[in-house]
């Protein structure tokens, strides 16, 4: 369906609504909107606990993860396109 058959029934539906149903849509539509955002707003708790916290705190109970870094090496060279 091309976008501007779309556009026309938009606007065809919006105008068979009354004005009453229109403005339950909207205070719907703007109630969750500020679901969403309250949902989206970080809590005071949050705010103070860094990544590594959090994870440390999930594997805490298990006796922690032991990680075995791998030492660092020279950077490998680019690649070539010339050839």
Do not use: C, W
């Amino acid at each position: 369906m091309r976008k501007v058959d779309l556009q026309q029934q938009a606007i065809k539906l919006i105008s068979q609504l009354s004005t009453k149903k229109l403005r339950e849509v909207i205070e719907y539509l703007v109630h969750l909107q500020g679901k969403e955002e309250r949902n989206a707003l970080p809590t005071e708790s949050d705010s103070t606990t860094t990544l590594g916290t959090a994870i440390h705190e999930v594997f805490k109970p298990f006796g922690g993860v032991k990680l075995d870094i791998p030492p660092r090496e020279p950077m490998r060279e680019p690649p070539r396109f010339d050839t």
